[in-house]
């Protein structure tokens, strides 16, 4: 009887220290688990935090450099020419052909001054609107460089959309179609737009070489056009997509919720 009970005390001793080693490791699987589970968090975190730094510092960057080339051409190019001009004028005896030459100065001043208010503001988007901008962009384009541009665009409400997304998407257009002339050695190119109450969407693809840029690598990259397209698509809260097409070329899509 005695032999027994002590049998029977030994089978709950074990047994609780079983169950008591197996609370103890499920225990430590969970602290393990939430461990792993925090420092997944907080290295998501610093990459964002260093995605938005690379924004930051590419926003800088490019505004940057964009001042100073328009800088450099009011001072080195109109600066000079206004010179030039004042200088024929100053004369005390101004003849014909003095003024013949200070008139083709002055065209010229106009043009440059003209270039620099389109780089700023394009004319165009007041003119045509944004759809019918980007038409116009694509027919300048295949008229200049003989490759096949087909545009298609919706009549969807533009005058919901804020100045400034429109300027953004013009440029971003502009940006996309000129990297694909430079470097994908396409021969067609079709532009969509798609405008809808919830979402408005940009598809640029062509039958090019194919390019896709590494993920979140837009800002650490030395390209500065890739630069400027992953911060204007930032600034309007869009996202932009490459995939490569089974046919050959790339395909780009722009999605903006206008919702």
């Known amino acids: 009887m005695a032999g027994q009970q002590e049998i029977d005390i030994s089978v709950v001793v074990f047994g609780t220290m079983g169950m ?5 490791s499920l225990v430590a699987f969970v602290v393990f688990y939430q461990r792993k589970r925090i420092k997944q968090q907080v290295i998501s975190v610093q990459r964002e ?14 505004r940057e450099k964009e001042q100073k080339r328009i800088a ?29 030459e200070t008139r083709e100065l ?3 001043v106009v043009g440059q001054i003209r270039d620099i208010s389109n780089d700023l503001l ?20 295949s008229e200049s460089t003989g490759i096949k541009i087909e545009c298609n665009t919706n009549s969807g409400r533009e005058e919901i959309l804020p100045p400034d997304f429109k300027l953004a998407i013009y440029r971003i257009t502009q940006e996309l179609l000129n990297n694909i002339l430079k470097h994908a ?16 969407q940009l598809i640029i693809e ?54």
């Open 20 to 24: 008591l080693m197996l609370a103890l």
């Open 122 to 141: 394009p004319p165009v988007l007041n003119e045509l609107g944004l759809n019918g901008a980007i038409r116009n962009l694509c027919r300048r384009l």
């Open 185 to 200: 050695k396409a021969t067609e190119i079709a532009v969509t737009v798609e405008q809808t109450t919830f979402q408005y």
């Open 106 to 108: 002055l065209k010229e």
């Open 49 to 62: 935090n260093e995605y938005q730094r690379h924004l930051l510092n590419s926003i800088i960057e490019v």
């Open 72 to 100: 450099l051409e009011l001072h080195d190019d109109i600066g000079s020419a206004l010179n030039h001009i004042k200088m024929k004028l100053s004369r005390k005896e101004v003849d014909e052909t003095t003024l013949t």
């Open 206 to 259: 062509d039958n090019g070489s194919g390019f896709v840029p590494p993920q979140q690598l837009n800002f650490q990259s030395k390209s500065l056009g890739l630069k400027n397209l992953a911060s204007r698509v930032q600034q309007i809260d869009a996202e932009l997509n490459y995939a490569l097409r089974k046919q050959g070329g790339t395909r780009v899509i722009l999605t903006k919720k206008t919702s």
